[in-house]
């Protein structure tokens, strides 16, 4: 069974970035982000952003208990969070529109490692 460790990692890294975004966002970007029209953007990006840093860091907690599903979940939720979150950080910054269409496949992510996560939990025996 692979180790939890780059999974927490990931965990560490991605709820410190989301905090510091989300930070940078309210104070340094505030009236740029007003200007733009974009302030509810950015705030949507560190939400999902921050809620799934402290999912993958559950993931990682939970061990061995999820089997070989624990990597799949972890990797659709960063993936989710890369794509999602990335991709409205940078429309709210001014990026060119055609990244529009990357939020809903990194939203898909997101929705596809909670599903794998619900999926393998049924499977699991009881104990």
């Not at 965990?11 to 509810?40: C, I, N, P, W």
């Not at 599903?69 to 991709?87: D, E, P, Y």
């Not at 909670?114 to 009881?126: E, F, H, Q, T, Y």
Request: with cysteine.
């Amino acid at each position: 069974m692979p180790s939890s460790r780059p999974i927490l990692i990931a965990a560490g890294l991605s709820g410190f970035l989301a905090v510091a975004l989300g930070a940078f966002g309210a104070h340094a970007l505030k009236q740029e982000l007003a200007d733009r029209g974009m302030t509810s953007a950015w705030e949507t990006a560190v939400l999902y952003h921050l809620v799934h840093s402290v999912a993958l860091l559950a993931v990682g907690l939970a061990g061995e208990s999820l089997g070989r599903a624990r990597g799949g979940v972890a990797a659709c939720w960063t993936a989710g969070i890369v794509l999602f979150s990335g991709s409205l950080y940078a429309l709210a910054l001014g990026a060119p529109r055609f990244l529009g269409p990357v939020t809903p496949v990194g939203g898909g992510a997101l929705l596809v490692g909670w599903a794998w996560l619900a999926v393998a939990a049924w499977r699991r025996p009881a104990p």
